[in-house]
């Protein structure tokens, strides 16, 4: 008889339906407001994390990246890649999984989908950053590649920072028109406007997620003015950005772990000494974020594994009372571990 897997080798899978499965039940905008709470309360105990600078393997059509962090008890890490060129192929251009395991037995404990968890997670960070950084005024946002993210970034932003309208512009216009489609019904004012320099005007908050892999000037600088917050969500890879190196210069700049940003955000057009704010301190009240109305600030953000951690956990919590998932049997048990061999043999057809 093939022996059966006991309780201990199985892991819970949450694969993209049942994701969607989860995030219908609690809502998107509620999902991503409680992750952003997950990622904030994160960023509160920062100095436990091990932290390094992703681990990616580059191509001339894109990048796939390893996203690995540990808070001491639990490890976590992300497979995701970012090639541009796959929407035009019928594919997503960002798509991800991730995995949180057991650091005193080193034991899986949840594989997940997270290529829509990527775009809630997304949206929660720039969100958990505009709370510290956006003025508190702030209702129209102007967004700048209308892409997969676009929808999460927008109920985000009205659920947590009460954003009442957004001013959509892409370089492709089937792209408005699904977003502008996709936020009927959401409560928001959504403008489809034909230039960037149109969406941003009257914008309080600019949010750019474009994606083409080139140093881009998707915002030039006379399209930032004072006050303006900035959530630079595109540019998270050596070559790829999104701002004019003068919008920098104006700006203060909000990091999530500097040896990474460095590397990948917008501020690889700065010298490697130019001043940045770590994220972390502004959130602990060791750094100040915003601190008067005429100030630009800028959040280069480029997805830190913390981050996903934080959202992983989430799901793991929910599976218990929210959520459906599939056990897999992805841990070899044999009775005696020592007797791997001995599994394997005993399995064989006589
Ligand atoms: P997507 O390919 O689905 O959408 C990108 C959109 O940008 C497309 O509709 C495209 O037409 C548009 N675009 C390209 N160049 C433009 C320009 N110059 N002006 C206006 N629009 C332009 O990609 P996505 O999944 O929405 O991701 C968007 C970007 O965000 C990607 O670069 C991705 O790598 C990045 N991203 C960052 C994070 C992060 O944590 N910072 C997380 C996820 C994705």
């Not at 199985?10 to 039940?25: A, E, G, H, Y």
Request: charged residues 20%.
């Amino acid at each position: 008889m093939i022996p059966q897997p006991s309780a201990m080798a199985m892991v819970p899978f949450v694969s993209v339906q049942d994701m969607m499965t989860l995030v219908n039940k609690i809502g998107i905008a509620q999902m991503i407001a409680d992750i952003a709470d997950e990622i904030e309360a994160d960023y509160r105990r920062w100095p436990q994390f091990d932290k390094t600078p992703r681990v990616p393997a580059h191509s001339a059509e894109g990048v796939i990246e390893l996203m690995p962090t540990s808070d001491g008890e639990t490890y976590g890490f992300k497979y995701v890649n970012g090639h541009p060129a796959n929407m035009a192929r019928g594919f997503q251009t960002v798509t991800a999984f991730g995995v949180l395991a057991r650091v005193d037995t080193g034991y899986p404990i949840l594989l997940s989908e997270m290529t829509v968890l990527t775009a809630l997670r997304t949206a929660a960070t720039s969100v958990m950053a505009a709370r510290h950084l956006a003025p508190k005024t702030a209702r129209t946002m102007a967004m700048i590649g209308n892409g997969a993210q676009c929808e999460f970034q927008a109920l985000g932003f009205q659920k947590v920072i009460g954003i009442d309208t957004v001013r959509l512009f892409d370089i492709d216009p089937a792209a408005t028109a699904k977003a502008a489609k996709n936020l009927q019904g959401s409560g928001l004012t959504v403008v489809k406007c034909k230039t960037a320099e149109d969406a941003v005007t009257g914008a309080d908050i600019i949010t750019t997620c474009t994606a083409d892999k080139q140093y881009a000037t998707v915002l030039t600088d006379n399209m930032v003015g004072a006050g303006q917050h900035i959530n630079a969500i595109g540019g998270d890879c050596p070559g790829k950005t999104e701002l004019h190196r003068d919008i920098l210069l104006r700006s203060d700049i909000f990091v999530e772990y500097p040896p990474q940003t460095r590397i990948e955000g917008e501020i690889q057009a700065l010298d490697p000494d130019h001043p940045v704010t770590e994220l972390w301190q502004v959130i602990c009240g060791d750094a100040p974020g915003r601190t008067d109305s005429r100030q630009i600030t800028l959040f280069d953000s480029v997805g830190f594994a913390t981050e996903d951690f934080s959202a992983l956990r989430y799901v793991h919590r929910q599976l218990r009372d929210n959520g459906t998932y599939q056990d897999l049997d992805m841990i070899a048990d044999p009775d005696d571990p020592r007797d791997l061999f001995g599994m394997v043999r005993r399995a064989a057809p006589n």
